[in-house]
């Protein structure tokens, strides 16, 4: 049984593009999270959801938007992708006002 | 904010104990998270303190004094398979639910015959 669970996990693509990245957890907890790690496996938090509203919103573009339909997904959507970009990102969930976090296996980016 | 440090790498031997430190230095806290991640993978949960001691679990262990703010992870028995990141976190509560995790950078764990 997968409990976050996350597609695709390989996303390779040219800049200016725009990507989006699905996550789904089958855990019943109420709060997902999307976080970047970067090449020095740096990993940051970029955006959080409990019962679908956001509660974190980190110093991000706003060409990245979240979308949770229900609280059991959280989409990543990345507009006019940049090299930058490029970068492993892991969803996570957790009960809410719990303590551990869940990580999916992580979507590695390669902008060109 | 959060500030938090840790070593970059360490070697040990298989069979051998090693001790990961993490230091930091928070607006806020309600708890310490130790988690593993091996290469190309995700990370994944080792252990949690919010009280002062230690919390033993198999080979595992942790301690936290959050008057020091310190904590270190123990790992007894070496094995090959523990050569991985491992990723210090520091936990704030957050209002509308959930927690905010702030990882250190990962101390990379190379075990040698």
């Known amino acids: 049984d997968t409990a976050v669970s996350q597609t695709p996990k390989y996303l390779v693509t040219q800049m200016g593009n725009d990507k989006s990245i699905k996550c789904e957890q089958n855990?019943?907890?109420?709060?997902m999270y999307w976080y970047k790690q970067d090449s020095k496996k740096f990993l940051k938090i970029m955006f959080s959801y409990n019962n679908k509203e956001l509660i974190i919103n980190e110093t991000v573009p706003n060409r990245f938007s979240p979308k949770s339909p229900d609280k059991a997904h959280l989409n990543l959507h990345i507009n006019s992708l940049e090299l930058g970009d490029s970068a492993v990102y892991f969803c996570?969930?957790?009960?809410?006002?719990?303590?551990?976090?869940?990580f999916g296996p992580g979507t590695r980016l390669t902008v060109l | 904010g959060q500030n938090i440090d840790q070593p970059t790498e360490m070697t040990a031997t298989e069979g051998a104990i090693v001790q990961i430190n993490c230091t930091y230095q928070?607006?806020?806290?309600?708890?310490l998270f130790w988690y593993q991640q091996h290469a190309g993978e995700a990370p994944t949960f080792l252990s949690y303190n919010v009280l002062d001691g230690l919390e033993e679990k198999g080979r595992f262990s942790s301690f936290l004094s959050r008057s020091k703010g310190y904590s270190y992870l123990l790992l007894k028995e070496l094995q090959m398979k523990d050569s991985a990141s491992y990723l210090c976190?520091?936990?704030?509560?957050?209002?509308?639910?959930?927690?905010?995790?702030?990882f250190g950078t990962g101390t990379q764990l190379k075990v040698e015959l």
């Open positions: 976190a520091v936990s704030d509560i957050l209002t509308g639910g959930g927690n905010k995790l702030t």
């Open positions: 855990l019943g907890h109420d709060t």
């Open positions: 928070t607006s806020g806290f309600n708890g």
């Open positions: 996570a969930s957790s009960q809410e006002r719990g303590d551990t976090q869940y």
